[in-house]
């Protein structure tokens, strides 16, 4: 079946550092959505991405999806300890029923 | 405020105990779904209901039923309780023709089989 692929696992950063996660789909998406879950918490919607190439930016998260929308990428510029969560994408096949494709989420520590 | 409730937050049961989770939606949203979050597994979608009226399988069904009692409220149903469905469960809501705003999650009902 339809899988997303998301690395890495885990990230432990230093405060002012980057951080990036990577998603990849093994069929073509036609949109794909981004959450994050802060520990003890429930998953929140960030955004969006449908179109191909499409790059969007939210303060210092940068989200983008690729030219083929079978993969996307969250960075996060100068890391801050409210950043600290896990981060899951999730895709939609092109075609399906519009269910969700969840990544496994990649968790972010950042040491103040 | 606007958002999904679930009820209760926390339960203990014990093997074979039934019981149910409340899940209400004031989004006016057509779809919801139920979803369990274990350590290193994710979400997993138990299941989902597309509209009023309809209700279908996701990927882990078993053991479990759901009930869409209005186009608010979605129930799950244990009616067996086993310590493997010991998990977080989440309900979700999304409205299908507005991309922008994704699923709305509630906070969370943790349960304990023992």
């Known amino acids: 079946g339809q899988q997303v692929m998301q690395i890495p696992q885990y990230q432990h950063v230093q405060e002012g550092e980057d951080f990036t996660t990577y998603c990849n789909s093994s069929t073509t998406l036609s949109n794909i959505q981004w959450y994050k879950q802060r520990p003890g918490g429930h998953p929140v919607f960030l955004i969006q991405l449908v179109k191909s190439g499409e790059v969007k930016k939210q303060k210092r998260l940068t989200f983008q999806f690729g030219e083929a929308k079978k993969n996307s990428s969250l960075h996060i510029t100068a890391t801050q300890t409210t950043d600290v969560g896990t981060y899951f994408c999730a895709g939609v096949n092109a075609g399906n029923n519009r269910k969700l494709i969840w990544g496994l989420g990649t968790s972010l520590a950042v040491n103040p | 405020n606007a958002g999904v409730t679930q009820t209760p937050k926390f339960q203990v049961l014990k093997t074979g105990q039934s019981m149910t989770l409340q899940c209400a939606q004031d989004m006016n949203h057509n779809s919801m779904y139920w979803y369990r979050q274990d350590p290193g597994m994710g979400l997993r979608l138990i299941y989902y209901?597309?509209?009023?009226?309809?209700?279908d399988k996701g990927e882990v069904p078993n053991g479990y039923n759901v009930s869409r009692l209005n186009k608010r409220e979605f129930s799950l149903r244990l009616e067996s309780a086993a310590p493997s469905q010991t998990s977080v469960y989440f309900c979700a809501s999304s409205e299908y023709y507005n991309p922008n705003r994704g699923y709305t999650f509630g906070s969370g009902t943790r349960l304990t089989v023992v």
């Open positions: 209901s597309a509209s009023e009226g309809t209700t």
